[in-house]
């Protein structure tokens, strides 16, 4: 029986980076059986940190670790015939494939959908890229940082914060934000693709664009036009932030919107006669005296911590959290009782701790089955066993460099 929700699918990845191996991860860690091919030079992202001791090494990338478990590994030259002839037998036998080939190079490399999808009929390939497979755009080049401005995300960032556009221009997103967006985008495309096929039998291929992944997430701008008005820019100060600052840092912290909301923060504030003005009692009368209403209740705020202020939230339920760094994240007593991070053992890298499971299933629940390979772990397994290869053939593809083996 196959584990996991996703384990009777096969997914080959060809592609580096974020998007393309977080798209398969998704199925991985679900349960599907991913092959992932890597150049001879391995993938971008075993350059990329953080690595153990901050010394730099191929096989500990966390960055890679993370982007790649569940999946197993090949190292092939598809600069070689030979190397893209293998890939184009391993996509034969896949029901997704992931790539993230420049828009020409699918054709020049023989790995276009056409020629693919003609051996696998069944096939269903995504491909992902800046700014898609058409369009004025398709040529240009592209990143995270891009496709966060260009999808529009980056007009409205921080969200209802500036007073002076001039002065404060769009901030940069952390953690590669574009990319994560369009690799989900990619992949739950991919799986309606896979329920289209389960119900009329047909692969097809799938164009996702990091620009319109990204537009997808915008707020006001885009509903703005949706409605025929001019695009508001969000960023812009309209009424209450989000975000405000109390004696250790900031909380989340916007009850202003809600009456309920407001009427249990003046409770917490312990009722001062401001706060219990009729001025105040509407949603429209805080918005419109908005620059009294803020500074007072940051006021209040500045008296006490994240956490005093989360449980007073809390026990009134009014919408609030601290805004944590990354070592309170770790040792967040939330995500310890969700067991959210788990820890991951590597034979290179040793444990290393990741994010879990963005959903829980009971039935077939999320699990990491094995670390991310090391470079060409998995290439004598899957060139013999799977397509076929003798070992004089093997031998051969490894002495001409087509392919690579993990160094034992």
């Given at each position: 029986?196959?584990?996991?929700?996703?384990?009777?699918?096969?997914?080959?990845?060809?592609?580096?980076?974020?998007?393309?191996?977080?798209?398969?991860?998704?199925?991985?860690?679900?349960?599907?059986?991913?092959?992932?091919?890597?150049?001879?030079?391995?993938?971008?992202?075993?350059?990329?940190?953080?690595?153990?001791?901050?010394?730099?090494?191929?096989?500990?990338?966390?960055?890679?670790?993370?982007?790649?478990?569940?999946?197993?590994?090949?190292?092939?030259?598809?600069?070689?015939?030979?190397?893209?002839?293998?890939?184009?037998?391993?996509?034969?036998?896949?029901?997704?494939?992931?790539?993230?080939?420049?828009?020409?190079?699918?054709?020049?490399?023989?790995?276009?959908?056409?020629?693919?999808?003609?051996?696998?009929?069944?096939?269903?390939?995504?491909?992902?890229?800046?700014?898609?497979?058409?369009?004025?755009?398709?040529?240009?080049?592209?990143?995270?940082?891009?496709?966060?401005?260009?999808?529009?995300?980056?007009?409205?960032?921080?969200?209802?914060?500036?007073?002076?556009?001039?002065?404060?221009?769009?901030?940069?997103?952390?953690?590669?934000?574009?990319?994560?967006?369009?690799?989900?985008?990619?992949?739950?495309?991919?799986?309606?693709?896979?329920?289209?096929?389960?119900?009329?039998?047909?692969?097809?291929?799938?164009?996702?664009?990091?620009m319109e992944a990204v537009?997808?997430?915008?707020?006001?701008?885009?509903?703005?036009?949706?409605?025929?008005?001019?695009?508001?820019?969000?960023?812009?100060?309209?009424?209450?932030?989000?975000?405000?600052?109390?004696?250790?840092?900031?909380?989340?912290?916007?009850?202003?919107?809600?009456?309920?909301?407001?009427?249990?923060?003046?409770?917490?504030?312990?009722?001062?006669?401001?706060?219990?003005?009729?001025?105040?009692?509407?949603?429209?009368?805080?918005?419109?005296?908005?620059?009294?209403?803020?500074?007072?209740?940051?006021?209040?705020?500045?008296?006490?911590?994240?956490?005093?202020?989360?449980?007073?939230?809390?026990?009134?339920?009014?919408?609030?959290?601290?805004?944590?760094?990354?070592?309170?994240?770790?040792?967040?007593?939330?995500?310890?009782?969700?067991?959210?991070?788990?820890?991951?053992?590597?034979p290179r890298a040793g444990?290393?701790?990741?994010?879990?499971?963005?959903?829980?299933?009971?039935?077939?629940?999320?699990?990491?089955?094995?670390?991310?390979?090391?470079?060409?772990?998995?290439?004598?397994?899957?060139?013999?066993?799977?397509?076929g290869r003798t070992e004089?053939?093997?031998?051969?593809?490894?002495?001409?460099?087509?392919?690579?083996?993990?160094?034992?």
């Amino acid at each position: 029986m196959a584990q996991g929700a996703l384990g009777d699918l096969r997914v080959v990845e060809y592609a580096q980076g974020v998007t393309g191996p977080f798209c398969a991860k998704a199925f991985a860690d679900l349960g599907a059986d991913v092959v992932k091919v890597e150049p001879p030079g391995g993938d971008v992202s075993r350059g990329h940190g953080p690595f153990p001791e901050d010394e730099p090494h191929p096989e500990k990338s966390g960055r890679f670790l993370y982007l790649n478990t569940n999946k197993r590994g090949v190292t092939l030259d598809v600069e070689r015939e030979e190397g893209r002839e293998l890939l184009r037998e391993l996509a034969g036998s896949a029901d997704i494939f992931v790539a993230d080939l420049a828009p020409t190079a699918y054709g020049e490399l023989g790995l276009d959908y056409e020629t693919l999808s003609a051996r696998n009929p069944g096939l269903i390939m995504v491909c992902v890229s800046p700014y898609g497979l058409t369009g004025p755009y398709r040529d240009y080049q592209g990143s995270a940082f891009t496709a966060f401005h260009v999808g529009g995300m980056g007009r409205e960032t921080p969200y209802n914060e500036i007073t002076d556009s001039e002065a404060f221009p769009p901030l940069v997103d952390g953690g590669d934000q574009g990319d994560y967006l369009t690799a989900w985008t990619a992949a739950i495309t991919a799986l309606i693709a896979v329920f289209h096929r389960s119900t009329y039998g047909t692969g097809q291929l799938l164009d996702v664009s990091a620009m319109e992944a990204v537009a997808g997430m915008t707020r006001m701008p885009i509903a703005s036009i949706g409605y025929g008005q001019e695009p508001k820019i969000s960023r812009e100060k309209a009424n209450f932030p989000w975000v405000m600052p109390c004696k250790d840092g900031y909380v989340s912290f916007a009850p202003f919107l809600l009456d309920h909301w407001w009427r249990a923060v003046v409770d917490m504030m312990g009722s001062p006669g401001w706060a219990v003005s009729e001025a105040f009692a509407t949603t429209m009368g805080r918005v419109q005296n908005a620059d009294v209403v803020e500074p007072l209740t940051v006021e209040w705020l500045m008296e006490h911590t994240r956490q005093e202020i989360y449980e007073m939230a809390l026990a009134r339920s009014v919408a609030c959290f601290p805004v944590n760094t990354m070592g309170e994240v770790l040792d967040s007593r939330q995500y310890a009782a969700r067991d959210f991070f788990v820890d991951v053992d590597h034979p290179r890298a040793g444990t290393q701790r990741q994010p879990g499971a963005a959903g829980i299933y009971s039935g077939t629940p999320w699990a990491v089955r094995r670390p991310a390979p090391l470079l060409g772990e998995h290439t004598r397994e899957v060139v013999c066993g799977e397509l076929g290869r003798t070992e004089e053939e093997l031998a051969a593809l490894l002495g001409a460099g087509v392919v690579g083996e993990a160094a034992r």
